[in-house]
């Protein structure tokens, strides 16, 4: 199943939320990992640290929800790679927004 997730300015977030990403600094060091369920005082750091936005989790798709949305993404992925073939630059690209988005092999 696929999970919903929201891009939320800090001032929004509200304690007890879920990161649905790692929160990683300037440095690619992990701040908070994705899971954490966010307290009044971690806000209050994030803010200090001047974050202005999270990715927090919203809930999860149901199976045909998640089916449906697998089925728009791979009609979308042909349309767009239409005119590529498999062997060119443009073939690899789309082998690899496949692999990114459905999890199929590259």
Request: hydrophobic share 40%.
């Amino acid at each position: 199943m696929g999970v919903i997730h929201q891009q939320l300015a800090l001032e929004d977030v509200t304690p007890g939320m879920v990161l649905a990403d790692n929160l990683l600094d300037a440095q690619g060091q992990t701040l908070l990992p994705k899971g954490a369920e966010l307290s009044e005082q971690m806000l209050e750091s994030l803010r200090r640290h001047n974050i202005a936005s999270l990715r927090i989790f919203m809930g999860e798709l149901s199976e045909e929800e998640s089916a449906a949305q697998r089925a728009y993404l791979q009609a979308r992925m042909a349309r767009l790679f239409r005119n590529s073939d498999d062997e060119d630059a443009n073939g690899l690209l789309h082998r690899y927004v496949r692999k990114f988005r459905l999890g199929e092999q590259a």
